[in-house]
């Protein structure tokens, strides 16, 4: 008899008490907080490489006016966008890396408009080429960046290429003429 009253109490005793009810909690939810910080910073970071991109993009079109009869307008244009997105060395000189001049395509179009209003589009191969007498012309230069980023962590919360990396891309465009 004694007995049963004392596994009573103890049972009794057991089911009431609440410590260590935090940590079980803490246990359960720590998890899926740890990925949610995980993925913001994740995607924090892609964020922030896609920007530099975007910015690089609109600075190398920014330096087509101060192209020198030494470089021509995609080489400036593609040493802007590299440096931009990289950064500089201490000594002035661009960085190597993320991007090189292999991520910046530069494309040219052309376009010659008709006495009645119609619009013909020609994707130029440099910025000498030119519409017929009687057609108005407007020439337009763009850049594209492209660049992939890895995440730190292997979770994903959005797709992703098979190669296990965000492939981000910016452009960027202007008239010229």
């Not at 995609?74 to 997105?85: H, N, R």
């Not at 960085?95 to 408009?113: D, G, H, Q």
């Not at 589009?121 to 850049?143: E, P």
Request: aromatic fraction near 6%.
């Amino acid at each position: 008899m004694f007995e049963g009253n004392l596994r009573r109490r103890a049972s009794r005793y057991l089911l009431g008490d609440e410590h260590g009810a935090a940590i079980i909690e803490l246990a359960l939810v720590a998890p899926i907080l740890a990925l949610t910080v995980i993925g913001i910073v994740d995607m924090s970071n892609a964020y922030s490489r896609k920007l530099a991109l975007e910015q690089g993009a609109q600075r190398s079109i920014e330096k087509i006016m101060q192209t020198t009869q030494g470089e021509t307008v995609d080489d400036t244009i593609k040493k802007e966008a590299v440096c931009q997105v990289n950064g500089t060395n201490s000594d002035g000189s661009c960085k190597s890396s993320p991007i090189t001049a292999a991520n910046v395509t530069v494309t040219y179009r052309l376009e010659c408009t008709n006495a009645d209003g119609t619009v013909e589009v020609k994707n130029a191969v440099d910025v000498d080429a030119d519409c017929a007498m009687n057609q108005t012309q407007s020439q337009y230069v763009s850049v594209a960046l492209t660049d992939k980023y890895t995440p730190m962590f292997p979770v994903h919360f959005a797709s992703f290429n098979s190669d296990g990396s965000y492939h981000l891309a910016a452009s960027a465009g202007m008239r010229t003429q």
